[in-house]
């Protein structure tokens, strides 16, 4: 039977409906922002800001898969210690300054194009 099946079988087989507890709550759920940290109470200023390093960490972390490095052979490629590869990887955002993810993409070739608009 596929995962997403709703039916439920006794231990002979038989049917029997599957009901929710009396006491189960509704999810609500609210329409994103379209920025995560926006969406967690930051200012609009560190909202961009924490998320345009999420874009430049997840671009290295792209680079790393892309290219089936380990965290090694990617810590020389970017001209850091393995550690700091470890945190682009577990997304360690507060540890990075977007100087820094700057360059650890220029030295793995990446061009990055910056694109600016109003919200």
Do not use: H, W
């Amino acid at each position: 039977m596929s995962q997403s099946s709703t039916k439920a079988f006794t231990s002979r087989g038989a049917r029997r409906k599957r009901t929710k507890p009396a006491d189960a709550k509704k999810t609500v759920f609210e329409e994103s922002s379209g920025n995560v940290y926006l969406d967690l109470g930051f200012s609009p200023a560190e909202a961009e800001y924490l998320m345009l390093r999420s874009k430049l960490m997840s671009a290295l972390d792209d680079v790393i898969t892309e290219r089936k490095l380990t965290q090694a052979q990617a810590a020389r490629l970017f001209g850091v210690s393995q550690p700091r590869v470890s945190d682009v990887i577990r997304g360690r955002v507060e540890r990075f300054t977007i100087d820094a993810l700057v360059e650890m993409l220029a030295r793995a070739g990446v061009r990055l194009d910056f694109v600016a608009r109003p919200t």
